[in-house]
């Protein structure tokens, strides 16, 4: 099956503790973002990336960092610099070319103990 | 003002009845538009997208665009009670950042039976 896989599903992080968010896709998407969602907010973007061993920061790239060694892969990485991690990390991907539709993944929860 | 804006709700609804849900958004030159649904817990999926000025409709979905007053919304016909989500509303600006989207925060609808 094609598609978006996100794991862990949830996750549980010490303070100080850098964690790593995988996010892999069979679909053959050119582009793939991080989004972050906390309670009864919309989406905040992170880092993107539109090909391999490239990409960019989003809106709240602070305290984050991101490689895109495969096409298929996109990990997020929420180091220590980030003061308050606990939220909902999306990871959603699309063809890189044209005007198209962007599908996320199951998500994975994050919460900080 | 926020990018993109959309009531929180909550909205609620008699089954069987139309639901409305609006979203406006700021600039001028976006260039295409997003509705994705929501369930409690789940990652967002997509609903419909729109790219031109008028409606666009799938099953007992409508999307509507209006450009000129920087307005989407999306119709929902003969709610039924598993349409009970939070409603977001993208946007993709012109200037076409790497294909990201802007969310907004979402309006959350609950269909009574």
């Known amino acids: 099956d094609g598609g978006i896989t996100q794991s862990p599903k949830y996750l549980f992080r010490k303070e100080g503790q850098n964690v790593t968010l995988s996010c892999e896709q069979n679909?053959?998407?050119?582009?793939m973002y991080w989004y972050r969602q906390d309670p009864g907010q919309g989406l905040r973007l992170i880092y993107y990336s539109q090909i391999v061993n490239d990409f960019q920061k989003g809106d709240i790239a602070e305290g984050y960092s991101v490689s895109r060694e495969k096409k298929e892969s996109f990990p997020l990485t929420v180091t220590s610099a980030q003061k308050n991690p606990t939220a909902f990390y999306l990871c959603a991907s699309r063809w890189g070319e044209g005007d198209t539709e962007a599908f996320f993944g199951q998500g994975t929860r994050l919460t900080v103990v | 003002q926020k990018e993109v804006e959309q009531n929180s709700g909550p909205l609620s609804v008699p089954e069987g009845a139309i639901a409305s849900l609006n979203c406006t958004y700021s600039?001028?030159?976006?260039?295409?538009f997003f509705w994705y649904r929501q369930y409690s817990g789940k990652s967002p999926e997509l609903i419909m997208s729109i790219y031109s000025n008028g409606d666009k409709e799938d099953g007992r979905f409508t999307a509507q665009l209006n450009k000129a007053s920087q307005y989407v919304s999306l119709l929902i016909r003969d709610s039924q009670p598993s349409d009970s989500a939070t409603y977001l509303c993208?946007?993709?600006?012109?200037?076409?950042?790497?294909?990201?989207?802007?969310f907004g925060q979402g309006t959350e609808l609950s269909v009574k039976p």
């Open positions: 993208a946007v993709r600006p012109f200037y076409n950042q790497g294909g990201k989207l802007i």
């Open positions: 679909l053959n998407h050119d582009a």
């Open positions: 600039d001028r030159v976006s260039q295409s």
